[in-house]
């Protein structure tokens, strides 16, 4: 996992290219750190630092297209959601038919009894991929939603 952090690093510009460090003070839930460093020793980190500074790299990556200026992209939309809501599998797939122009496939999975799994891709302008996915969000009866969002370059 230290590879993804170097990855990031490079494509997020945040290299510390030997700039002195800023100590920070927060406070969090017992359980919250208890979790996170038990994670983030399992996946090899020995310093509690650098598996924030890796978390925070990841935090900036998944959100910032999201308040940047308007750009061409593509998106993975992942819904997990109740099936057993009436109407809801209805009203995912009118939504999708609403944004037809930058939906380009989707797949349903169905994860257990209740639950279902949505995987829309996506092609378009980042303020149509935040509108589609604030929409499905807004849902009763979506129980998770994640977007992957990666700009096309020049």
């Known amino acids: 996992m230290k590879f993804i952090g170097k990855v990031l690093e490079a ?3 945040l290299k510390n290219r030997g700039e002195p460090v800023k100590r920070i003070s927060i406070s ?3 359980a919250l750190l208890t979790l996170f460093d038990k994670i983030s020793t399992s996946m090899g980190y020995t310093e509690r630092s650098r598996a924030i500074q890796a978390a ?3 935090f900036i990556s998944e959100f910032q297209w999201s308040a940047a200026p308007e750009s061409s ?4 939309i992942l819904i997990i959601y109740n099936h057993e809501v009436g109407g809801l599998d209805e009203k995912i797939t009118d939504i999708q038919h609403n944004f037809r122009q930058i939906v380009s496939s989707t797949l349903h999975i ?3 009894e209740t639950r279902c799994l949505a ?3 996506a092609r378009g302008s980042s303020v149509e991929i935040k509108e589609i996915s604030e929409k499905l969000a807004s849902l009763r009866g979506i129980l998770q939603l994640k977007v992957d969002y990666f700009e096309h370059l020049a």
């Open 119 to 121: 995987i829309i891709v």
């Open 110 to 112: 169905h994860l257990d």
């Open 56 to 58: 925070m790299r990841n």
């Open 73 to 76: 992209g593509s998106a993975v």
């Open 28 to 30: 969090l839930p017992p």
């Open 11 to 13: 494509s997020l510009g």
